[in-house]
């Protein structure tokens, strides 16, 4: 299978290519600088690969949540690739991807997967790995990093549970009590993980026209007022 995968909703941009077994990877700056690198990072991939956007069986990109800009782009980049092309789009939660990553690279079966959100919070998924397939408990959130929860009330442990993602820089240290206790993997939503997720959801009949290759967004505001920063601070060391 020939797939082209991108991630842009974090402050790195991760991208592969996929060509039967064989990929090749690009990562850069993300944020505003991915709107100008990203075309062209996959048209070098492409070429490295010996591929055309017509070889591909799909285009493949990480949806959200993450970075309001960063989702633009994706989303931007991913129809204009796939109108082109006739390629059918598939989109993928980023936070999904955070967990097949934690799997992947430390073999973790039950993931609450964390990316930074700004305006202090946290966007959070948990997941739970289940006859080879991940399998979703409880919605999407965002959040106070002291807000956080494992679904359905559950006691944590760590042979239970992993954290997984961008945040615990910044605001490890503002865990709740019963989740700080848990094992930490600080990791990225990358393109491998997107690639290691494509087949199974292609088959699903997940692909979308590239007209509804659209972004997720779990809120609608994406910047805080100055008076709304001030608050969030007060009372806080």
């Known amino acids: 299978m020939n797939l082209l995968a ?9 991208a592969a290519v996929q ?25 070098d991939l492409l070429a490295q690969a010996g591929l055309a956007l017509t070889d591909l069986d799909a285009l493949v990109f990480g949806r959200g949540p993450g970075s309001f800009t960063g989702l633009r782009t994706a989303c931007a980049v991913a129809q204009g690739l796939a109108f082109g092309a006739a390629l059918p789009v598939l989109p993928v939660d980023t936070l999904l991807a955070v967990a097949e990553h934690a799997r992947q690279a430390h073999g973790a079966a039950r993931v609450l997967a964390l990316l930074d959100a700004r305006m202090d919070q946290v966007y ?26 494992l679904p359905d009330g559950g006691t ?15 605001y490890g240290e503002r865990l709740p009590p019963a989740l700080a206790a848990l094992p930490r ?30 972004p997720l967004y779990i809120r609608d505001k994406v910047a ?14």
């Open 6 to 14: 991108f991630d842009t909703s974090t402050d790195c941009v991760s």
């Open 124 to 149: 959070a998924a948990a997941y739970a790995w289940t006859e080879g397939a991940w399998r979703a408990v409880g919605d999407m959130t965002v959040n106070a990093p002291e807000a956080l929860t």
């Open 185 to 214: 993997i600080d990791i990225l939503p990358t393109a491998d993980a997107l690639l290691d997720l494509a087949p199974a959801r292609l088959a699903q009949g997940l692909a979308v026209a590239a007209r509804d290759a659209l």
């Open 19 to 43: 060509c039967g077994a064989a990929r090749w990877r690009y990562t850069g700056a993300g944020g505003p600088q991915a709107s100008a690198t990203l075309i062209a990072a996959l048209l």
């Open 224 to 237: 805080l007022t100055t008076a709304e920063r001030v608050a969030a601070h007060v009372g806080r060391p």
């Open 156 to 170: 944590p442990s760590p042979a239970d549970w992993a954290l997984a993602g961008n945040i615990f820089q910044t």
